[in-house]
Protein backbone atom coordinates (compact mmCIF):
# COMPACT_ATOMS: atom_id res chain seq x y z
CA UNK A 1 0.00 0.00 0.00
CA UNK A 2 1.64 3.17 -1.00
CA UNK A 3 0.14 6.50 0.18
CA UNK A 4 0.52 9.85 -2.14
CA UNK A 5 1.02 12.77 -0.46
CA UNK A 6 -1.42 15.11 -1.61
CA UNK A 7 -0.70 18.76 -1.55
CA UNK A 8 -2.89 21.07 0.91
CA UNK A 9 -5.32 23.36 -1.43
CA UNK A 10 -4.24 27.17 -0.25
CA UNK A 11 -6.74 30.24 -0.63
CA UNK A 12 -4.87 33.98 -0.99
CA UNK A 13 -7.21 35.84 -0.06
CA UNK A 14 -6.88 39.67 -1.39
CA UNK A 15 -8.34 42.87 -1.03
CA UNK A 16 -10.34 44.16 -3.75
CA UNK A 17 -8.85 47.04 -6.13
CA UNK A 18 -12.19 47.59 -8.28
CA UNK A 19 -14.40 50.46 -6.74
CA UNK A 20 -17.60 49.09 -7.72
CA UNK A 21 -16.75 45.58 -6.42
CA UNK A 22 -19.89 45.17 -4.25
CA UNK A 23 -18.75 41.34 -3.22
CA UNK A 24 -22.49 39.82 -4.28
CA UNK A 25 -20.99 36.64 -5.98
CA UNK A 26 -18.71 36.09 -2.66
CA UNK A 27 -21.93 37.20 -0.57
CA UNK A 28 -24.17 34.41 -2.18
CA UNK A 29 -21.32 31.53 -1.68
CA UNK A 30 -21.33 32.24 2.20
CA UNK A 31 -25.10 32.19 1.51
CA UNK A 32 -25.47 29.04 4.32
CA UNK A 33 -23.07 31.87 6.73
CA UNK A 34 -25.82 34.69 6.38
CA UNK A 35 -28.55 32.00 7.28
CA UNK A 36 -26.78 30.98 10.55
CA UNK A 37 -26.33 34.91 11.66
CA UNK A 38 -29.66 35.50 11.45
CA UNK A 39 -31.04 32.73 13.49
CA UNK A 40 -28.44 33.54 16.12
CA UNK A 41 -29.28 37.27 15.80
CA UNK A 42 -33.39 36.07 16.31
CA UNK A 43 -32.42 34.18 19.26
CA UNK A 44 -29.84 36.25 21.21
CA UNK A 45 -32.17 38.93 20.75
CA UNK A 46 -34.73 37.94 23.58
CA UNK A 47 -32.87 35.21 25.25
CA UNK A 48 -33.40 35.43 28.88
CA UNK A 49 -35.75 38.01 28.56
CA UNK A 50 -38.88 38.30 31.13
CA UNK A 51 -41.42 38.38 27.91
CA UNK A 52 -39.43 36.76 25.11
CA UNK A 53 -40.39 37.37 21.38
CA UNK A 54 -43.77 39.34 23.45
CA UNK A 55 -41.53 42.50 22.74
CA UNK A 56 -41.74 42.96 19.38
CA UNK A 57 -45.42 43.41 20.24
CA UNK A 58 -45.20 45.42 23.34
CA UNK A 59 -42.23 48.26 21.89
CA UNK A 60 -44.83 49.17 18.83
CA UNK A 61 -48.01 48.69 21.51
CA UNK A 62 -47.06 50.56 23.63
CA UNK A 63 -45.41 53.67 21.74
CA UNK A 64 -49.36 53.42 19.93
CA UNK A 65 -50.78 54.31 22.89
CA UNK A 66 -48.55 56.83 24.04
CA UNK A 67 -49.01 58.62 20.36
CA UNK A 68 -52.70 57.95 20.87
CA UNK A 69 -53.21 60.15 24.15
CA UNK A 70 -50.28 62.81 23.12
CA UNK A 71 -50.62 62.99 19.43
CA UNK A 72 -53.81 62.04 18.86
CA UNK A 73 -56.21 63.07 21.83
CA UNK A 74 -53.97 65.80 23.55
CA UNK A 75 -52.21 67.51 20.31
CA UNK A 76 -55.68 67.11 18.00
CA UNK A 77 -53.45 65.94 14.92
CA UNK A 78 -54.94 65.04 12.00
CA UNK A 79 -54.63 60.66 11.33
CA UNK A 80 -56.31 61.02 7.80
CA UNK A 81 -59.77 59.87 9.01
CA UNK A 82 -58.29 56.73 10.15
CA UNK A 83 -58.79 55.68 14.34
CA UNK A 84 -55.69 56.68 15.96
CA UNK A 85 -54.09 53.43 16.98
CA UNK A 86 -54.77 51.98 13.41
CA UNK A 87 -52.96 54.86 12.30
CA UNK A 88 -49.93 54.84 14.21
CA UNK A 89 -49.48 51.63 14.17
CA UNK A 90 -49.11 51.15 10.50
CA UNK A 91 -46.49 53.97 11.13
CA UNK A 92 -44.38 52.51 13.76
CA UNK A 93 -44.46 49.34 11.88
CA UNK A 94 -41.64 49.84 9.03
CA UNK A 95 -39.93 52.94 11.17
CA UNK A 96 -39.18 49.81 13.78
CA UNK A 97 -38.06 47.66 11.09
CA UNK A 98 -35.66 50.62 10.15
CA UNK A 99 -34.81 52.15 13.46
CA UNK A 100 -34.00 48.41 15.00
CA UNK A 101 -32.13 47.63 11.67
CA UNK A 102 -29.68 50.74 11.93
CA UNK A 103 -28.83 50.26 15.75
CA UNK A 104 -28.14 46.83 15.49
CA UNK A 105 -26.36 47.07 12.39
CA UNK A 106 -24.70 49.95 13.55
CA UNK A 107 -22.97 47.63 16.54
CA UNK A 108 -22.85 44.39 14.06
CA UNK A 109 -18.96 44.61 13.81
CA UNK A 110 -17.96 45.36 17.15
CA UNK A 111 -19.78 43.29 18.97
CA UNK A 112 -18.82 40.46 16.55
CA UNK A 113 -14.95 41.47 17.07
CA UNK A 114 -14.01 38.09 18.33
CA UNK A 115 -15.24 36.52 15.26
CA UNK A 116 -14.35 39.27 12.75
CA UNK A 117 -10.56 38.56 13.91
CA UNK A 118 -10.08 34.58 13.81
CA UNK A 119 -12.15 33.78 10.32
CA UNK A 120 -12.62 35.01 7.12
CA UNK A 121 -15.73 35.88 5.56
CA UNK A 122 -17.70 38.08 4.15
CA UNK A 123 -18.06 41.27 6.44
CA UNK A 124 -21.44 41.94 4.57
CA UNK A 125 -22.86 39.11 6.32
CA UNK A 126 -22.73 40.71 9.65
CA UNK A 127 -24.86 43.95 9.18
CA UNK A 128 -27.06 41.97 7.02
CA UNK A 129 -27.86 39.57 8.90
CA UNK A 130 -28.62 41.90 11.93
CA UNK A 131 -31.14 43.75 9.67
CA UNK A 132 -32.87 41.20 7.88
CA UNK A 133 -33.38 39.52 11.55
CA UNK A 134 -36.12 42.22 12.22
CA UNK A 135 -38.30 40.50 9.67
CA UNK A 136 -39.30 38.45 12.55
CA UNK A 137 -40.64 41.34 14.83
CA UNK A 138 -42.04 42.47 12.10
CA UNK A 139 -43.74 39.77 11.26
CA UNK A 140 -45.41 39.29 15.12
CA UNK A 141 -46.35 43.00 14.86
CA UNK A 142 -48.51 42.36 11.50
CA UNK A 143 -50.58 40.38 13.12
CA UNK A 144 -51.62 42.77 15.79
CA UNK A 145 -51.67 45.49 13.23
CA UNK A 146 -54.11 43.01 11.38
CA UNK A 147 -56.44 42.75 14.66
CA UNK A 148 -56.65 46.46 15.19
CA UNK A 149 -57.93 47.03 11.62
CA UNK A 150 -60.41 44.47 12.72
CA UNK A 151 -61.19 45.29 16.11
CA UNK A 152 -61.89 49.04 14.35
CA UNK A 153 -63.68 48.00 11.33
CA UNK A 154 -60.77 49.52 8.85
CA UNK A 155 -60.87 47.85 5.44
CA UNK A 156 -57.66 47.30 3.43
CA UNK A 157 -56.53 49.70 1.05
CA UNK A 158 -56.82 48.52 -2.52
CA UNK A 159 -53.15 48.27 -3.41
CA UNK A 160 -52.69 46.04 -0.05
CA UNK A 161 -50.57 43.89 -2.46
CA UNK A 162 -48.09 46.67 -2.56
CA UNK A 163 -47.08 46.49 0.79
CA UNK A 164 -44.42 44.19 0.75
CA UNK A 165 -42.56 46.35 -1.72
CA UNK A 166 -42.31 49.14 0.70
CA UNK A 167 -41.16 47.01 3.76
CA UNK A 168 -38.19 45.75 1.41
CA UNK A 169 -37.71 49.22 0.13
CA UNK A 170 -37.39 50.13 4.08
CA UNK A 171 -34.80 46.90 4.50
CA UNK A 172 -32.59 48.32 1.32
CA UNK A 173 -32.57 52.01 3.51
CA UNK A 174 -31.86 50.23 6.58
CA UNK A 175 -29.15 48.31 5.15
CA UNK A 176 -27.61 51.15 3.29
CA UNK A 177 -27.00 53.69 6.55
CA UNK A 178 -26.32 50.30 8.64
CA UNK A 179 -23.42 49.93 6.07
CA UNK A 180 -22.54 53.15 7.07
CA UNK A 181 -22.60 53.71 10.58
CA UNK A 182 -21.00 49.79 11.12
CA UNK A 183 -18.01 50.73 9.08
CA UNK A 184 -17.38 53.76 10.74
CA UNK A 185 -18.09 53.06 14.23
CA UNK A 186 -15.17 50.52 14.17
CA UNK A 187 -13.04 53.62 13.35
CA UNK A 188 -14.88 55.74 16.29
CA UNK A 189 -16.31 54.48 18.55
CA UNK A 190 -18.38 57.43 19.27
CA UNK A 191 -20.53 56.71 16.50
CA UNK A 192 -22.61 54.52 18.98
CA UNK A 193 -23.52 57.66 20.71
CA UNK A 194 -24.53 59.55 17.80
CA UNK A 195 -26.75 56.82 16.22
CA UNK A 196 -29.75 57.20 18.77
CA UNK A 197 -29.64 60.97 18.53
CA UNK A 198 -29.73 60.48 14.59
CA UNK A 199 -32.25 57.96 14.77
CA UNK A 200 -34.46 60.47 17.02
CA UNK A 201 -34.43 63.44 14.78
CA UNK A 202 -35.11 61.17 12.04
CA UNK A 203 -38.10 60.05 13.70
CA UNK A 204 -39.69 63.36 13.85
CA UNK A 205 -38.64 63.90 10.23
CA UNK A 206 -40.79 61.27 9.31
CA UNK A 207 -44.96 60.89 8.99
CA UNK A 208 -45.06 58.10 11.64
CA UNK A 209 -47.25 60.49 14.21
CA UNK A 210 -48.31 62.82 11.24
CA UNK A 211 -49.76 62.65 8.04
CA UNK A 212 -47.71 63.66 5.14
CA UNK A 213 -50.34 66.44 4.17
CA UNK A 214 -49.11 68.39 6.91
CA UNK A 215 -45.65 69.28 5.09
CA UNK A 216 -46.36 72.43 2.80
CA UNK A 217 -46.17 72.15 -0.95
CA UNK A 218 -43.23 73.76 -2.49
CA UNK A 219 -39.06 73.65 -1.22
CA UNK A 220 -40.14 72.07 2.13
CA UNK A 221 -41.83 69.26 0.27
CA UNK A 222 -38.94 68.55 -2.22
CA UNK A 223 -36.66 68.71 0.84
CA UNK A 224 -39.13 66.72 2.69
CA UNK A 225 -38.81 64.00 0.20
CA UNK A 226 -34.88 63.73 0.65
CA UNK A 227 -36.05 61.36 3.43
CA UNK A 228 -35.94 57.96 1.95
CA UNK A 229 -38.27 56.73 5.42
CA UNK A 230 -41.10 59.53 3.86
CA UNK A 231 -41.51 57.75 1.07
CA UNK A 232 -41.44 54.13 3.10
CA UNK A 233 -43.86 55.12 6.01
CA UNK A 234 -46.50 56.96 3.56
CA UNK A 235 -46.08 54.26 0.60
CA UNK A 236 -47.11 51.41 3.61
CA UNK A 237 -49.94 52.99 4.97
CA UNK A 238 -51.44 54.13 1.10
CA UNK A 239 -50.69 50.30 0.65
CA UNK A 240 -51.85 48.83 3.74
CA UNK A 241 -55.50 51.38 4.17
CA UNK A 242 -55.94 53.34 1.18
CA UNK A 243 -55.16 56.65 2.58
CA UNK A 244 -52.49 59.50 1.96
CA UNK A 245 -50.90 60.43 -1.34
CA UNK A 246 -50.11 57.44 -4.16
CA UNK A 247 -46.69 56.94 -4.82
CA UNK A 248 -45.54 59.71 -7.57
CA UNK A 249 -42.70 62.04 -8.52
CA UNK A 250 -41.71 62.56 -4.49
CA UNK A 251 -41.75 59.08 -3.68
CA UNK A 252 -39.51 58.32 -6.58
CA UNK A 253 -36.72 60.76 -4.95
CA UNK A 254 -37.24 59.04 -2.09
CA UNK A 255 -36.47 55.78 -3.59
CA UNK A 256 -33.41 57.50 -5.64
CA UNK A 257 -31.99 58.69 -2.07
CA UNK A 258 -32.59 55.08 -0.61
CA UNK A 259 -30.19 53.72 -3.72
CA UNK A 260 -28.02 56.49 -3.63
CA UNK A 261 -27.24 55.59 0.52
CA UNK A 262 -27.35 52.00 -0.10
CA UNK A 263 -24.68 51.86 -3.27
CA UNK A 264 -22.45 54.08 -1.85
CA UNK A 265 -22.49 52.67 1.54
CA UNK A 266 -21.85 49.04 -0.01
CA UNK A 267 -19.23 50.75 -1.80
CA UNK A 268 -17.56 52.59 1.35
CA UNK A 269 -17.97 49.59 3.22
CA UNK A 270 -16.22 47.33 0.91
CA UNK A 271 -13.28 49.79 0.90
CA UNK A 272 -13.14 50.01 4.33
CA UNK A 273 -13.08 46.25 5.31
CA UNK A 274 -9.29 45.44 4.35
CA UNK A 275 -8.31 47.14 7.64
CA UNK A 276 -11.31 46.28 9.79
CA UNK A 277 -9.34 42.80 11.43
CA UNK A 278 -6.46 45.10 12.44
CA UNK A 279 -8.45 48.62 14.32
CA UNK A 280 -11.50 46.54 15.84
Known amino acids: MTVEAIPAQKHIIKP ?12 WDYRELV ?10 RYKQTLFGAGW ?15 FGRLAGLSTDGLPGPV ?15 VSKSGMSLVAGRSLLTKVYFPRLAMPLASVSAG ?11 LGLMIYFSTSFGGQWWAAPLFVAWGLLASIGVGLWL ?10 SYVTPFLLQA ?6 VVYPANLIPEGPWRLLYSLNPMAGVVQGFRWAMLGVGEAPGPLAAI ?16 RRMERGFADVI
Open 87 to 101: FYFSGLLPWILFQDG
Open 56 to 70: AILKPFLGMVVFSII
Open 254 to 269: SFGMTILILLSGVVFF
Open 182 to 191: SALNVLYRDV
Open 16 to 27: SRAWLDLGLREL
Open 135 to 145: LVDLGLSFLVL
Open 35 to 44: YFLIWRDVKV
Open 202 to 207: WFFATP
